[in-house]
């Protein structure tokens, strides 16, 4: 049986469509059922062009920052997921949902977490002068990309990077480490990771 994944995204979804490229054939049993974003993204169009189910949820949706999250979270619950993973999704989830889901929300990172937590990840490496960053996928929990690290590597700072150079090495990593997560969290169909 095939397991069911939500991304969630809020750019230009790069990472979503290296995904949507490599599941197929990567012997993991799954597939993408939807993709949401959190405002009207160009990486919806991924999924779209796809036939891939895709949903808006703004951030202004309800009264406040939890009526947001129960609308997500019914939302995601609508697609009944097995795993959720925040790719370039830009929005702290209220804890209400984190823990309607957990453990079943991951998120890719592009640094070598602890290192760099938070929404400027790469120009926060480039500002410190560090020789090094990384990317990670952790389990989201409560706090700011704090979760337990599922996987993560280094990734070398060159002299002349910019932090689109840079950037654009980190993703490479990330869809790689993403893929091996999702090899070890979803069972085969014998039931072995």
Known sequence: MSSRI???ISGSGTNLEALLTSLPGSGIPAHVVA???DQEAEGLRHARTRGIDTFVVPLSTGENRDAWGDTL???LEGYRPDLIVLSGF???LPPSLVSRFSPHIINTHPSYLPEF???HAVRDALAAGVTQ??????VVDDGVDTGKILARERVAIEPDDSEESL???IKILERSLLLDVLRTLIPDNE???
């Open 6 to 8: 939500v991304v969630l």
């Open 35 to 37: 993709v949401g974003a």
């Open 73 to 75: 979270g019914d939302t």
């Open 90 to 92: 830009m929005k702290l």
């Open 117 to 119: 937590p938070g929404a």
């Open 133 to 138: 960053t990384g990317a990670s996928v952790i």
């Open 167 to 169: 950037h654009a090495r």
């Open 191 to 193: 039931g072995t990771p």
